[in-house]
């Protein structure tokens, strides 16, 4: 089945800074890759997705990058905002079971003042 | 539009006991999937349902199962509870099965075993 690893496990970053959180994933059949973000006492949030035929998506301060040779895609929030703090999910469904998503294990953002 | 909801938010039970969780899935959306988050193995798939068929399944033991109704709403069940059932139990909820559609989590119910 798939695997899915996300690092780092926790970051901290100054308000105005960029965030960048990587995952990697291990089935080439993976075709779908999804964002979540999660707040305390809520459900994850889809926040941004990515499918495998394209290589970058952008939404505001948001962005992800997906590079299919290397298994690996990664989440870019620019100008964090301490809303921003919260923990994010990286995700991957396999070709045909798209609702079937393996989750990475979580990175914690915190954004400081 | 509203959200996916699940009900109950809480719950508290003791090992041996059987527990159904339910979700109410966004108006409109057909497919129900269903996730366990722990601290320990974080969030793992249990089961999708689509037109009240189970669809996809987890590695999850036969304690564990669910259905969904004619009108999309979605039950799951564990049945002899452990200690280690203690978990935060979401439903997600997207258009259909089988292609990519973006699936919408409920705030999820938070289930204890003591």
């Known amino acids: 089945g798939e695997n899915v690893e996300q690092h780092p496990s926790t970051l901290s970053v100054q308000e105005g800074d960029s965030a960048v959180i990587k995952c990697t994933y291990s089935d080439s059949a993976s075709n779908y890759f999804p964002w979540y973000k999660q707040e305390l006492g809520k459900g994850p949030q889809l926040i941004i997705d990515i499918r495998s035929n394209v290589g970058e998506k952008k939404d505001q301060r948001i962005a992800v990058t997906l590079n299919k040779t290397a298994k690996h895609f990664s989440l870019h929030i620019t100008e964090t905002q301490p809303e921003d703090s919260a923990v994010y999910f990286c995700a991957a469904s396999i070709r045909g079971t798209a609702s079937k998503l393996t989750f990475g294990t979580g990175t914690r953002l915190q954004v400081t003042l | 539009k509203a959200g996916v909801t699940q009900t109950p938010r809480y719950l508290i039970k003791t090992r041996g006991q059987q527990v159904t969780l339910s979700c109410s899935p966004i108006s409109g959306h057909r497919s129900v999937s269903w996730y366990q988050q722990t601290p320990g193995q974080g969030l793992q798939f249990l089961f999708e349902?689509?037109?009240?068929?189970?669809?996809n399944k987890g590695n999850f033991p036969g304690r564990f199962s669910g259905r969904q109704f004619s009108n999309s709403r979605s039950e799951m069940n564990v049945s002899t509870l452990e200690l280690g059932d203690s978990a935060l139990y979401l439903c997600?909820?997207?258009?259909?099965?089988?292609?990519?559609?973006?699936?919408?989590f409920g705030p999820g119910t938070r289930l204890t075993v003591l």
């Open positions: 349902y689509f037109s009240e068929t189970q669809r």
């Open positions: 997600a909820s997207s258009l259909s099965s089988g292609g990519i559609n973006e699936q919408f």
